[in-house]
């Protein structure tokens, strides 16, 4: 071969070789591009790791004063991006207390509220009880009373398909008795209930009940599968004052103590700082603690606060939850 014709080779040779080259590095940056936006999408999109449930207490004020009926509970709900829904009894005054909780008044109140739930595609989750009675006081057979009163909503739980009816320990005011009148009356209605797969479960609802390790150590002596908690991110007042809390438990600890026996979450907000922070409680270490314990239910929004309106204040929970989700492991 000429010298002319190697180098001409030798040119064209260089030439292939360098379109190879070059459409090689456009694959790979494409590739590491669709990757990266890939995983990008991945992390926008990413659902998470628990299912969004609404607290009808979060509407307690358009119920009580702008005569919103209560009734209107799963329209709202479905609107604002919830699946699930939490019932407080105590709204319904007009069908439940003025009829003294008649068995007519509570099955009334669970055709409606079923009827309501399947119209628009909602689950129903639990019921919360209020002005039933005192399942820890000291007296005996008014403690039985009290557990009595609860069994109807029990029924009305299983009727609507919940999981869990929620109560309160409310009753005496010294520990010990406190401790040992719980574990009484919760193994009384939980007895009643595990036939009919409904879990009876206490929420950190001021007194005692506010101590995460006290009401943890309830669970664990009750000792039944279907008695647990339902733990608040923010109701840790153990005692209250004139100007506010005057005694009030770790809400890390508390959290993190009460989620060993968690049927259920409550995602409790008062106020936001302008990044959409709830300004007290620390979402994102919060909800690490929940996932972390395994739990992949329901959360509910409770929204309590006064600055924003009960919507805003709801929909500003509800993104809170979903934005603080993104960022734990």
Not at 11 to 36: G, H, M, P, Q, R
Not at 84 to 111: H, R, T, W
Not at 210 to 238: Q, R, Y
Not at 243 to 262: I, P, R, S
Request: net charge negative.
């Amino acid at each position: 071969m000429k010298k002319s014709e190697l180098f001409r080779t030798s040119i064209t040779f260089s030439l292939i070789l360098s379109i190879f080259t070059i459409n090689s590095c456009k694959e790979v940056k494409k590739e590491n591009a669709d990757t990266l936006e890939a995983s990008e999408m991945e992390s926008e999109t990413s659902e998470p790791f628990f299912d969004l449930s609404l607290a009808q207490w979060s509407i307690h004020k358009m119920i009580r004063n702008d005569d919103v009926v209560p009734y209107t509970f799963a329209e709202k709900a479905k609107g604002w991006g919830f699946t699930g829904l939490e019932y407080v009894s105590q709204l319904y005054p007009a069908d439940l207390e003025n009829n003294e909780y008649s068995d007519e008044a509570i099955n009334a109140f669970v055709e409606k509220s079923n009827a309501e739930a399947k119209k628009y595609g909602m689950r129903n989750v639990l019921i919360m009880i209020d002005r039933q009675g005192d399942l820890a006081v000291s007296d005996a057979a008014e403690r039985k009373a009290a557990v009595e009163r609860h069994f109807k909503w029990v029924d009305a739980a299983a009727k609507m398909g919940c999981h869990s009816i929620r109560v309160n320990l409310a009753g005496s005011d010294v520990p010990e008795e406190w401790m040992a009148n719980s574990i009484d009356g919760l193994t009384q209605l939980a007895t009643y209930a595990k036939d009919k797969n409904i879990n009876i479960i206490v929420e950190n609802h001021g007194g005692f009940s506010s101590n995460g390790a006290m009401l943890a150590e309830v669970m664990t002596k009750v000792d039944m599968d279907n008695c647990g908690t339902l733990p608040d991110f923010g109701n840790f007042c153990i005692k209250r004052s004139e100007t506010g809390c005057a005694q009030e438990y770790d809400k890390y600890k508390g959290v993190k103590e009460l989620m060993v026996h968690a049927k259920a979450v409550s995602a409790k907000a008062h106020d936001f700082d302008e990044k959409g922070n709830e300004t007290e409680i620390d979402y994102a270490r919060i909800l690490q603690i929940v996932k972390d314990a395994g739990y992949s239910g329901f959360i509910g929004v409770e929204y309590e606060g006064n600055v924003l309106s009960e919507e805003e204040g709801i929909i500003a929970t509800r993104d809170l939850l979903i934005n603080a989700a993104k960022k734990i492991k």
